[in-house]
């Protein structure tokens, strides 16, 4: 599908988001670092005026060069901390591909001053991480909103702003957890088609190559280059600091000064790019041969740099070509079954960037067909011009997420990350006023423009006598275009909230509406926006047994069409009710999530009521809907994560088949997808759904007594036909079993293992647990599993533990997951079994346990200031009969915990010979290679 241009960044095919390495201990500054990091001369640095300010964020520069923004939001409970450096793969040279996103890795081993990252990241409680694409690398973190976190924060990333260790021993250990990674990549076929299609359309650019890098790069980089990199383009002016959310903007700015200011411009001009593709003069063909279950179509086309003004009709372009259901692709593809997906996204980039289109084709389809249907779709877009409707509907989609986003300072921070990289951050507002000045001219003309035949990469070159070709218009001035730019008024300011349980409890409303309990926490948020989450239950063990197919269709033909609003109209209402919503059903009952501003909640609410009580469950809508089930469920038989998951769920599942809650397998997925007609889903829903069961609660700016009301009408009168009984968990099985699952071609493992646990989450022994699995495996790469097997062994990129309990019935589970090479597999193994056994028999230390305390307490107190999760965590309660005075007590135990309570609790429950393992990786293939020859490494 189509997406806004800084969302669909962040799902193209190429994008790498890379989590951060763990520190390790200190090594000697570079020389170069050192210096730079010398104080300026205090008496130069002034009181800061504004550089420029739109719509409530303001820019100030400093001295050095250094780009601040600050965007005050003091209805956040957290402030945000984000440094920009405009460096990425395209600024990669010759046996530097992967570079930038491996220097990102190193950056957080630590400094001199920070030799333990993780652990002062985890204490603080913070939600930290770095991404790297082809234009810039970001890093961020978002703490609880304090002056003393807020001054670490900048105190922290100006000080790796010059003096990282980038040192030689940690380049050897991350280097393989950053090649895991890229093996990890290599597990989809449809992101390295795209690769392919990228490395064919960008001859010269570095556009072209993919930002994690070439195997051979990362394998061989001396550590000189890398830290070489890091002096050049690790600086003051060539970066940009944004503090978002809640802070008081003069004293940030004073620390800003304090930390940053100090840093000195060094006296090396910044290195600037110049290679520029030349215009594309024919088609281009890539084939691609893996092992993989469903076929993929990929077609790009050169478009301009994304700040160009034709950039903003190419946006409504490609929504008006990729959405679903109303696009074109969607129509002339799907609908047809010549494909089970299609869609469009482009690559808003600081140079000309592409437009692309790609399909997916399940076994039994034409892909020949395909690749027509798509090409002429595309390519004769031009000859149908775009209608007023086609237009505005994909306006009102694009330009709502451009409102959601400015409602979330949090986010924003990040996004804003791709705008500068672009060319100036005000760009994104100057985009939005562009889109919303589209004509369905300009998108008939950009489409004519660059959707040629001579301008596509896709798979097949055909000699053409006179070539068509798509010359690009000369680059823009950036500066000159938004001089005197000043954008729009402010968003409306929420209030501070402390989300404190007792605080929660005193502002909380609890009620009834018809058959539905009702949680109702009113409060002035940004933007006026209000969370609503509706859980309504149904059905007993025998009257849903083997029923679960049809209910699970039933949940999904929802959002597709009601009596009175077709699945089109349906998603223009609510992009014009400005509303995220999620509705999701099962055997026992539905879901619904809604995010709405206040003035439209009313509406939406009404539209949600329509939805769940008037479904027109359209066979065509059906049709479709098990076309696109199949083509997912098939994509998946050769994937070792999906492959191992269903394995371990089925190894510890009591259920028999028939249960609510039994685990199919994916055989027996696809089945149930070709086995149920629609009949026996429409049976479900006129058997089973209604209102006779429920809960909604509500968290934002809304009026309760409205609320109250509407419910009641909406709700009131609908009632389920048949009884509800709640349906017991059953313990999971015991017993140790060890499954090895081979999945061919695949450079990717899985590891899981875990064992169940007869728990509650009242239970004593629980908050021990908790803050057990927290130090074994939680935290920011701050856990004893994370310190052993990524940072001293580099087994596996991600690695980690998770730990359950039921809150109504005694069953929880413990389990632990990596990624890895399946080389590596026994070595893995052996690192997760040895650091759990060691935990159980020795411990953790007081310091090790106070810090991890810290954090976790710090993860749930900003987990409340989520109004989306507090209003699911409120709607939960009032089915468990609970109030947030459970959490308050649950904090209290935890803080009294000592270093021998949580290991007696851990040693009480756990034990290794209970354990289920489960590995899925291509074992055979790791073997074969490890035969091979070992090749002779290049000369230096």
């Known amino acids: 599908m189509s997406l806004p241009s800084r969302v669909r960044l962040l799902v193209a095919a190429l994008l790498v988001a890379s989590a951060p390495a763990l520190a390790k201990g200190p090594t000697p500054a570079a020389p170069a670092a050192k210096a730079a990091s010398q104080p300026r001369d205090k008496s130069k640095a002034g009181s800061l005026a504004p550089y420029t300010s739109v719509e409530g964020i303001t820019e100030y520069r400093l001295d050095n060069g250094l780009r601040v923004l600050l965007f005050p939001d003091p209805t956040r409970s957290t402030v945000t901390v984000n440094v920009t450096y405009f460096v990425g793969s395209r600024h990669e040279g010759y046996g530097e591909t992967g570079m930038a996103h491996l220097l990102e890795h190193l950056m957080f081993k630590g400094t001199p001053s920070h030799t333990n990252v993780p652990q002062e990241l985890t204490q603080r409680g913070a939600r930290p991480n770095g991404t790297t694409w082809l234009d810039r690398t970001n890093y961020f973190e978002t703490v609880p909103a304090s002056d003393e976190n807020l001054s670490w924060a900048l105190s922290f990333e100006a000080d790796r702003m010059v003096n990282s260790f980038i040192a030689k021993k940690d380049l050897d250990s991350e280097m393989t957890v950053v090649r895991n990674e890229l093996e990890k990549g290599e597990n989809d076929p449809s992101r390295i088609l795209s690769q392919r299609v990228m490395s064919a359309a960008y001859l010269w650019h570095n556009y072209g190559k993919p930002t994690i890098g070439a195997r051979a790069d990362l394998e061989h980089v001396p550590i000189e280059r890398l830290q070489a990199f890091y002096r050049k383009y690790y600086r003051p002016d060539n970066a940009m600091l944004v503090v978002a959310g809640h802070f008081e903007p003069q004293k940030a700015l004073a620390e800003v000064q304090k930390t940053f200011g100090r840093l000195r411009k060094p006296a090396e001009p910044l290195p600037v790019t110049y290679t520029e593709e030349p215009t594309q003069d024919g088609e281009r063909l890539v084939t691609l041969r893996r092992v993989g279950d469903v076929s993929a179509l990929s077609a790009?086309?050169?478009?301009?740099?994304?700040?160009?003004?034709?950039?903003?009709?190419?946006?409504?372009?490609?929504?008006?070509?990729?959405?679903?259901?109303?696009?074109?692709?969607?129509?002339?593809?799907?609908?047809?079954?010549?494909?089970?997906?299609?869609?469009?996204?482009?690559?808003?980039?600081?140079?000309?960037?592409l437009l692309a289109?790609?399909?997916?084709?399940?076994?039994?389809?034409?892909?020949?067909?395909?690749?027509?249907?798509?090409?002429?779709?595309?390519?004769?877009?031009?000859?149908?011009?775009?209608?007023?409707?086609?237009?505005?509907?994909?306006?009102?989609?694009?330009?709502?997420?451009?409102?959601?986003?400015?409602?979330?300072?949090?986010?924003?921070?990040?996004?804003?990350?791709?705008?500068?990289?672009?060319?100036?951050?005000?760009?994104?507002?100057?985009?939005?006023?562009?889109?919303?000045?589209?004509?369905?001219?300009?998108?008939?003309?950009?489409?004519?423009?660059?959707?040629?035949?001579?301008?596509?990469?896709?798979?097949?070159?055909?000699?053409?006598?006179?070539?068509?070709?798509?010359?690009?218009?000369?680059?823009?001035?950036?500066?000159?275009?938004?001089?005197?730019?000043?954008?729009?008024?402010?968003?409306?300011?929420?209030?501070?909230?402390?989300?404190?349980?007792?605080?929660?409890?005193?502002?909380?409303?609890?009620?009834?509406?018809?058959?539905?309990?009702?949680?109702?926490?009113?409060?002035?948020?940004?933007?006026?926006?209000?969370?609503?989450?509706?859980?309504?239950?149904?059905?007993?063990?025998?009257?849903?047994?083997?029923?679960?197919?049809?209910?699970?269709?039933?949940?999904?033909?929802?959002?597709?069409?009601?009596?009175?609003h077709s699945r089109q109209e349906l998603r223009d209402t609510f992009d014009k009710l400005k509303a995220r919503v999620g509705v999701d059903a099962s055997a026992t009952g539905a879901n619904v999530s809604l995010e709405v501003p206040r003035q439209n909640l009313a509406e939406a609410l009404k539209l949600v009521a329509e939805v769940l009580r008037e479904p027109a469950f359209d066979a065509?809508?059906?049709?479709?809907?098990?076309?696109?089930?199949?083509?997912?469920?098939?994509?998946?038989?050769?994937?070792?994560?999906?492959?191992?998951?269903?394995?371990?769920?089925?190894?510890?599942?009591?259920?028999?088949?028939?249960?609510?809650?039994?685990?199919?397998?994916?055989?027996?997925?696809?089945?149930?997808?070709?086995?149920?007609?629609?009949?026996?889903?429409?049976?479900?829903?006129?058997?089973?759904?209604?209102?006779?069961?429920?809960?909604?609660?509500?968290?934002?700016?809304?009026?309760?007594?409205?609320?109250?009301?509407?419910?009641?009408?909406?709700?009131?009168?609908?009632?389920?036909?048949?009884?509800?009984?709640?349906?017991?968990?059953?313990?999971?099985?015991?017993?140790?079993?060890?499954?090895?699952?081979?999945?061919?071609?695949?450079?990717?493992?899985?590891?899981?293992?875990?064992?169940?646990?007869?728990?509650?989450?009242?239970?004593?022994?629980?908050?021990a647990l908790v803050l057990g699995n927290f130090l074994l495996g939680g935290g920011f790469l701050n856990s004893r599993l994370a310190t052993r097997v990524r940072q001293q062994e580099g087994l596996s990129y991600g690695v980690n533990s998770s730990l359950s309990a039921g809150a109504m019935d005694p069953v929880g589970a413990f389990s632990t997951f990596a990624i890895y090479a399946p080389q590596n597999a026994a070595k893995l193994e052996t690192a997760v079994r040895e650091e759990l056994e060691k935990a159980l028999a020795k411990g953790f230390s007081a310091d090790e346990l106070e810090k991890a305390r810290a954090g976790l307490l710090e993860y749930r107190r900003t987990g409340r200031a989520d109004d989306g999760g507090l209003a699911r965590t409120l709607a939960a309660y009032l089915y468990y009969g609970r109030t947030l005075e459970f959490d308050a007590a649950f904090e209290k135990r935890m803080s009294e915990l000592k270093p021998e309570d949580v290991r007696t609790a851990l040693s009480k429950y756990l034990d290794w010979k209970k354990v289920t393992v489960v590995k899925a990786g291509d074992f055979a293939g790791a073997e074969k290679k490890a035969k091979a020859p070992v090749p002779t490494p290049p000369s230096p």
């Open 620 to 767: 065509k809508e059906f049709a479709l809907l098990k076309e696109e089930r199949l083509a997912a469920l098939e994509a998946q038989r050769s994937e070792p994560n999906t492959q191992g998951r269903i394995a371990f769920s089925r190894a510890l599942s009591p259920y028999p088949k028939g249960h609510p809650y039994y685990a199919d397998t994916l055989e027996e997925s696809i089945q149930g997808v070709k086995d149920t007609p629609l009949e026996q889903v429409q049976g479900f829903y006129r058997e089973f759904f209604g209102a006779s069961q429920g809960e909604l609660a509500a968290v934002g700016d809304f009026d309760p007594e409205a609320l109250k009301k509407q419910t009641a009408e909406l709700f009131g009168d609908w009632k389920s036909p048949s009884p509800y009984a709640r349906i017991a968990a059953q313990p999971y099985k015991t017993g140790t079993q060890a499954l090895v699952l081979e999945t061919p071609d695949k450079a990717n493992a899985l590891f899981l293992a875990g064992q169940g646990l007869s728990l509650r989450d009242d239970n004593p022994d629980y908050p």
């Open 357 to 564: 289109f790609s399909a997916e084709v399940r076994e039994g389809q034409s892909l020949d067909a395909a690749r027509e249907a798509l090409v002429k779709t595309v390519e004769e877009a031009a000859r149908t011009p775009f209608t007023p409707d086609e237009v505005g509907r994909a306006k009102t989609a694009l330009l709502k997420y451009v409102e959601l986003m400015l409602n979330d300072s949090e986010s924003a921070a990040i996004q804003l990350s791709e705008w500068a990289a672009i060319g100036d951050w005000r760009l994104f507002f100057l985009h939005r006023d562009r889109i919303e000045a589209v004509t369905p001219a300009d998108v008939t003309r950009v489409a004519e423009q660059y959707l040629k035949p001579s301008n596509r990469t896709l798979g097949q070159f055909i000699p053409t006598a006179k070539p068509e070709r798509a010359e690009l218009p000369e680059r823009v001035d950036v500066g000159a275009m938004l001089e005197g730019y000043k954008g729009r008024g402010e968003v409306v300011q929420g209030e501070a909230f402390d989300p404190s349980p007792a605080n929660i409890e005193k502002r909380v409303q609890r009620a009834q509406a018809g058959n539905l309990k009702l949680a109702l926490l009113p409060k002035k948020t940004r933007g006026e926006m209000v969370n609503v989450t509706l859980n309504l239950r149904w059905g007993t063990e025998k009257g849903v047994w083997g029923k679960s197919d049809a209910a699970d269709y039933a949940g999904m033909m929802l959002m597709r069409g009601t009596k009175k």
């Open 300 to 353: 790009v086309y050169h478009v301009p740099e994304g700040a160009h003004p034709d950039f903003a009709a190419i946006d409504v372009l490609t929504h008006i070509l990729g959405n679903a259901p109303s696009g074109r692709l969607y129509k002339a593809l799907v609908e047809t079954k010549k494909a089970s997906s299609a869609g469009a996204y482009n690559f808003q980039l600081h140079d000309p960037g």
